[in-house]
């Protein structure tokens, strides 16, 4: 904890910051470590202002520096990939078990494979009376592509497959995917890959983010469903955008009631609750799909780390609040 000064004898620092009178504050300090285009999406005015009142504070990690050397911080949040900055946050981890690393970077890892980054949901096997939530079936080929038409044929994996890169590792290359219409097609593509079955869900996709305990729900555009009249008469495999993160919000779209209602809370509240306890994470989102013509068969088909949260309805709240849940209440700002 950063001791400061008295209210309202530090420049800049303006009439909002809330503590009494000659009361010194203690300021939770967050040391970020975040790509450039991450930093502009994520640490917008509306949060470092509203989190500066309620007595936190953002300070930027220096690369050039030894984190040792930096802060003191209470909670470090990152997003930067590579061993060797991976191997800085272990090493700080153990030098500092009293700092919170937002998060471990081991955990992180996990997404980093499209394979290993659904196992968790698959594990889980959640189904309940509001619904069953599973992965769509997936195969992966490590190499040699010229084996894929036999392979997706002895998988029993049915048309059309979404291809994506087994690797994610947030590189532009990383988030290549296709569409193939037929196994054969597939070989023009180059493993490592995930192939997973492409599940009609009417257009529309969840995100649903997670900040800590806390969890919100919208709405984006997807990819619209082939229908067997479409899947017989095509052939080849179709490179797609990123649609799901350059979509634009669906939230108020006039949509079918039936493909636009969002999962039931009790079920997005076991799921998350359960997802953060074995994925080791806070901080991450979910693409989940519903199958279209059901009401309750959902499926994950995608997990981020520390995703846009910038996009979140809330976000500033919702982030700064949990914030101030990671450290001990002797440092928070008393209300009233
Ligand atoms: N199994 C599937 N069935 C139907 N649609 C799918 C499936 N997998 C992916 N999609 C569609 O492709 C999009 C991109 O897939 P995915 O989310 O796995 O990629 P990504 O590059 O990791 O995306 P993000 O930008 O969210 O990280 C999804 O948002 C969805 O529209
Ligand atoms: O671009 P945004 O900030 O919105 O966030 C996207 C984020 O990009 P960034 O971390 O590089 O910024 C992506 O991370 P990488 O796969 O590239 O690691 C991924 O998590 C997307 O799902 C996020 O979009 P969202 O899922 O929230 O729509
Ligand atoms: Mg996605
Ligand atoms: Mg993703």
Redesign the pocket.
């Known amino acids: 904890m950063r001791e400061e000064m008295p209210y309202g004898t530090e420049e800049g620092e303006g009439e909002e910051v809330g503590f009494p009178n000659n009361t010194h504050k203690r300021l939770v300090v967050v040391g970020y470590a975040l790509?450039s285009?991450?930093t502009k999406?994520f640490l917008q005015p509306k949060l470092e202002g509203l989190a500066r009142n309620k007595g936190i504070l953002f300070v930027a990690i220096d690369h050039n520096r030894p984190l040792s050397d930096q802060g003191p911080f209470d909670i470090v949040l990152h997003?930067l990939s590579g061993k060797e900055w991976r191997q800085i946050l272990e090493d700080y981890r153990q030098t500092h078990p009293e700092v919170t690393v937002l998060d471990p970077p081991d955990a992180i890892q996990h997404l980093h494979n499209r394979q290993s980054m659904l196992q968790a949901v698959a594990d889980m096997n959640l189904s309940d009376s509001y619904g069953k939530v599973g992965v769509p079936r997936q195969l992966v080929v490590k190499r040699d592509a010229s084996s894929i038409p036999d392979a997706v044929a002895n998988s029993g994996l049915t048309l059309p497959i979404v291809a994506k890169p087994l690797v994610?590792d947030?590189s532009v290359k990383?988030?290549e995917l296709s569409l193939a219409f037929d196994r054969y097609s597939l070989q023009k593509l180059e493993p490592p890959l995930v192939l997973q079955e492409f599940v009609n869900h009417g257009g529309v996709l969840f995100?649903v983010y997670i900040v800590g305990e806390a969890i919100k729900v919208v709405r984006r555009f997807s990819l619209p469903d082939v229908s067997k009249r479409e899947l017989s008469k095509t052939a080849g495999v179709y490179r797609f955008p990123r649609v799901?993160?350059a979509a634009a919000s669906a939230d108020d779209a006039d949509l079918d009631p039936g493909i636009a209602e969002l999962p039931p809370r009790p079920l997005l509240e076991r799921l998350a609750k359960e997802l953060r306890r074995r994925l080791g994470l806070r901080l991450f989102?979910l693409d989940m799909i519903r199958e279209h013509g059901t009401r309750d068969r959902f499926y994950v088909i995608d997990i981020?780390?520390?995703?846009?949260y910038?996009?979140m309805p809330e976000y500033e709240h919702i982030f700064t609040d949990f914030l101030l849940s990671l450290v001990p209440a002797k440092y928070k700002k008393r209300s009233g």
Do not use: E, L, Q
């Open positions: 790509t285009k991450k999406s997003k994610n947030g990383s988030h995100k799901s993160c989102n981020n780390y520390f995703p846009g910038g996009k």
